[in-house]
C-alpha cells in the first residue's frame, strides 16, 4: 500500500466513511474500496452501508443513484466532471411524446446511465445485470427503452412478445468496438472465450460466449474452466479478473476499451474530496423524488 492509499484509509475512517468503487476506475482505487462492483451492486450496497458518508469513485449517475436511494447520506464524488456521455442521450420532450401515443401501454425504461432528470420521467431503472428480469415483469406491451439502443436491442431480441421503441444512444467506449475487432483478437488467441458486455453492437454481441454485466463478466470468468478470455468491455475489469484467476490469461481488442471519464478519478481527488468536507451531492427535493420512484422500483423487481 502506497502513502495516498494509507492516507485514504485514515481519512475514511476519520470521516466515516465508506469508499465504493466501480470495476471501471484504476486499479489502485480498487485495491483499496471497501466495495467494488457492477452498477447494480453499487446502487444495493448504497442501501444497505452503516457509513454516514459514501465516497462514490464512479461516473456522475453513479453517484446519483446511491444519493436518490438514500437522501439522508452524504455523497461524495471525487471528481464532478467525471459523467457518463451515454447519460445524456435520451430526452424528456421524446419520453412525453411517446406516452401520449401509447399511454398506458408503455413503460419507459430507463438504463441506470442516465441523468437524474431523465430517472424523474420514467417508470422504472434497469441495469445491465437486471433489465432482463426487469423488463420481462413489467405488465406493459410496448417498452420505451432509454438512452441506449445497444442494451435496448439486446434485450428485446429475448422478449419478442413485448413491441421495443428504441433511443438514439450508446456507449461510445463500447459501441466502437467492431466485429473485425473481436476477429482480429480471436485469431491471435484461437480458442479464447468472448466475454461481452450488452453496451456493445449486436455484431458484436452475436460473437460472444458470455454476455453480461462487467460483475457478470467476473464471475462467468472465474467459474469457467476455459483459460483463455477476451474481454470485451472497458479494461478497468481485468484487475479484478487477474486477482480472482491468476492462472487465466485475459485479452482485449485494439479498439482502445477505454473509459476517460472513469479514469478521471484519482487517488489525489479522493484525498481531497474527504478532506474539503463538503456537504456532497445536492439535488432539488422534487427531482429527488421523482427521479427515486423508478431506482427504487429496479431495486423491488430485481431481488
Ligand atoms: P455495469 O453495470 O455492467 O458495471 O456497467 C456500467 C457501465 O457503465 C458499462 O459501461
Ligand atoms: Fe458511460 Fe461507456 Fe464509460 Fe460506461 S464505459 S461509464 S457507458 S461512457
Known sequence: ?????????????????????????????????????????????????????????????????????NPEKRVLLPDLEADCPMAHMASVEKIEEVR??????????????????????????????????????????????????????YISRRIPEKKFIFNDGGCPIHTVITREDVQSALACHPGAKILVHPECREEVIEMADYIGSTSGIIDHATASSAREFIVVTELGVMYELKKRNPEKSFYSTAAGQICEDMKKITLDKIISVLEQDGAGLEMAADLMDKANAPLKRMLELSR
Open 1 to 69: 500500500m502506497d502513502e495516498k492509499q494509507a492516507q485514504i484509509l485514515r481519512l475514511k475512517e476519520e470521516k466515516n466513511a465508506v469508499i465504493m468503487a466501480h470495476y471501471y476506475v484504476d486499479d489502485n482505487i480498487q485495491e483499496i474500496a471497501d466495495y467494488v462492483g457492477d452498477s447494480y451492486y453499487l446502487s444495493e450496497m448504497a442501501t444497505r452501508v452503516k457509513e454516514k458518508t459514501i465516497v462514490l469513485c464512479g461516473v456522475s449517475f453513479m453517484g446519483e443513484s446511491a444519493k436518490l436511494l
Open 100 to 153: 401520449a401515443t401509447y399511454k398506458e401501454d408503455v413503460a419507459v425504461v430507463c438504463y441506470v446511465n442516465s441523468t437524474a432528470e431523465l430517472k424523474a420521467h420514467s417508470d422504472v431503472c434497469v441495469t445491465s445485470s437486471n433489465a432482463l428480469k426487469v423488463v420481462k415483469a413489467l405488465p406493459n406491451p410496448v417498452i420505451y427503452f432509454i438512452p441506449d439502443r445497444q442494451l435496448g436491442t
